[in-house]
């Protein structure tokens, strides 16, 4: 009987080294077609509605910089109604803004303030942002992907005597934070 199992044991340990061999060997030679997309996260945040937020970004990028609001030309676009710049430490690549913009633009539209009363609110829009096609450098040439990110605004208005609260007044404090998952490949 202890031959038997000796026996059976070797067979089992050969026939496990002789597979982790062929798989080290096989995955030493080939090369994968393309490669596979990995979990990402980012978050951009700024006290104000300027064209420019600080970034980061984690998981399959470890990256943090400056996400700009620009056009396809790469001007600056104050209006953030196309794409977003993310020039990180490694390179850049781009996202498509434009219809999270649009969905962000007809939210406020008539629902803020969220509370006139104290002349303050929030408001958040969820939406999937795909990467520019084309637009990686550095480390991110070849960036492909999306993310679903969250536009989340809070701000407090200035108040205007005898007038109701309507959020065309000046803001007193803001921030807004653009933050969600998405998977990159390059």
Do not use: W
């Not at 490669?35 to 064209?51: I, K, N, Q, V």
């Not at 420019?52 to 998981?59: A, D, E, K, M, N």
């Not at 520019?132 to 679903?148: C, I, L, Q, R």
């Amino acid at each position: 009987m202890t031959k038997k199992l000796l026996a059976s044991t070797t067979a089992a340990v050969t026939l496990a080294g002789l597979t982790i061999l062929g798989c080290s060997a096989a995955s030493a030679t080939a090369k994968p077609a393309s490669a596979p997309a990995s979990a990402a996260h980012l978050t951009a945040y700024s006290p104000d509605d300027g064209p420019t937020q600080q970034v980061i970004v984690t998981g399959a990028v470890a990256d943090y910089g400056q996400a700009v609001s620009v056009n396809p030309d790469g001007s600056v676009n104050p209006e953030h109604n196309s794409q977003l710049e993310l020039k990180l430490t490694h390179g850049t690549f781009r996202l498509d803004i434009a219809s999270i913009d649009k969905a962000f633009v007809a939210a406020m539209a008539g629902r803020f303030p969220t509370d006139p009363a104290t002349c303050s609110g929030n408001l958040t829009v969820t939406q999937q942002v795909p990467v520019v096609t084309g637009s990686g450098t550095g480390s991110y040439k070849g960036a492909d992907g999306s993310f679903t990110l969250t536009i989340a605004l809070d701000e407090v208005d200035k108040p205007t005597a005898g007038q109701p609260c309507n959020g065309t007044q000046a803001f007193l404090s803001q921030a807004i934070v653009i933050t969600g998952p998405g998977t990159l490949k390059f």
